[in-house]
């Protein structure tokens, strides 16, 4: 006898293969980014850890408010201000990680809490989260005439993420949203014990 799988148990498996894979794929070092428009697009979404993020960011905007990705803007500006000064934090490659866990437990509280979540302290630690993102961006970011235009690449390849993400699960039942914000919660935690791990060698 066939046993058929529902289209979201699918989904989901398939997401938490690739996601896997991708976590298993060796620790891509912050660096000192390259080139222009395009190389910003590229930059955030290629990090596996700046890309859960931006999906999480989306997820919380479709269960919470939108107001959220204007949280999520200011706290980019902000991050990347501070990282284009040099600006750092002890620990900051794990923050970035916990920061997607972060992000992703405030949408299970969310979802599971009967109350009207206070979106304040909702947009705070979303823009929190970004910041530090931001901040290693910034880090990142050229310091040559192409710096305006891989800034430009990078928040429209963020904003494309995010909002997309946010208008995806705004359209699927919310059990969508609880499971993906479940494998962000896993991969933030597999991401931030990464370093941890190869520290251990």
Request: with cysteine; aromatic share 4%.
């Amino acid at each position: 006898m066939t046993q058929s799988f529902p289209a979201r148990t699918l989904a989901l498996c398939g997401g938490a293969a690739a996601l896997a894979l991708l976590l298993d794929q060796p620790a891509q070092a912050h660096g000192i980014a390259q080139g222009g428009i395009v190389s910003g697009f590229l930059h955030p979404i290629g990090g596996v850890d700046h890309l859960l993020l931006l999906i999480g960011v989306g997820a919380a905007a479709s269960c919470i408010s939108s107001q959220l990705l204007l949280w999520a803007v200011a706290g980019a500006i902000g991050g990347g201000l501070f990282g284009a000064v040099g600006g750092t934090l002890p620990g900051q490659e794990l923050l970035a990680a916990l920061a997607v866990t972060a992000v992703a437990v405030l949408v299970l509280g969310c979802l599971r809490s009967r109350r009207s979540p206070r979106l304040g302290a909702c947009g705070g630690l979303v823009a929190g989260a970004v910041a530090v993102h931001a901040m290693l961006h910034g880090l990142e970011a050229p310091s040559d005439g192409s710096a305006a235009l891989w800034w430009l690449g990078a928040f429209a390849g963020s904003l494309l993420v995010s909002g997309g993400s946010a208008l995806v699960l705004r359209r699927l039942p919310l059990a969508w949203t609880r499971s993906v914000a479940l494998l962000l919660a896993c991969g933030g935690g597999v991401a931030a014990l990464g370093p941890l791990g190869l520290l251990a060698r």
